[in-house]
């Protein structure tokens, strides 16, 4: 399943990792804070906790042993979007 962007999940202990924000992972965000993406990422303002909810579910998707939510974010030191480098298509 193609990711619509990657985040990168530092832990307080142990090893930083990366999970996809898949379309699954939206769906989900989108129905447990009940409004769309748009809303919740877009606009002037951004949900710090739909980011890291995004991050923890996509952690549960990608089958990372995972704790509930609040106990997980215990263990975070950093959520950050992942950049990556954009490769132009090259002309026929």
Request: proline letters at 9%; charged letters at 30%; a negative charge.
């Given at each position: 399943?193609?990711?619509?962007?990657?985040?990168?999940?530092?832990?307080i202990q142990?090893?930083?990792?990366e999970?996809?924000?898949?379309?699954?992972?939206?769906?989900?965000?989108?129905?447990?804070?009940?409004?769309?993406?748009?809303d919740?990422?877009?606009?002037?303002?951004?949900?710090?906790?739909?980011?890291?909810?995004?991050?923890?579910?996509?952690?549960?998707?990608?089958?990372?042993?995972?704790?509930p939510?609040?106990?997980?974010?215990?263990?975070?030191?950093?959520?950050?979007?992942?950049?990556?480098?954009?490769?132009?298509?090259?002309?026929?």
């Amino acid at each position: 399943m193609a990711a619509l962007m990657r985040l990168r999940i530092e832990p307080i202990q142990g090893d930083a990792y990366e999970v996809n924000v898949t379309p699954k992972v939206i769906v989900e965000l989108e129905r447990h804070f009940s409004k769309p993406m748009t809303d919740i990422l877009g606009g002037d303002s951004v949900s710090f906790e739909a980011i890291y909810w995004a991050a923890w579910k996509g952690t549960q998707i990608a089958g990372r042993p995972t704790k509930p939510f609040d106990e997980w974010l215990d263990d975070v030191e950093t959520v950050e979007p992942v950049e990556e480098a954009r490769v132009p298509l090259e002309n026929p």
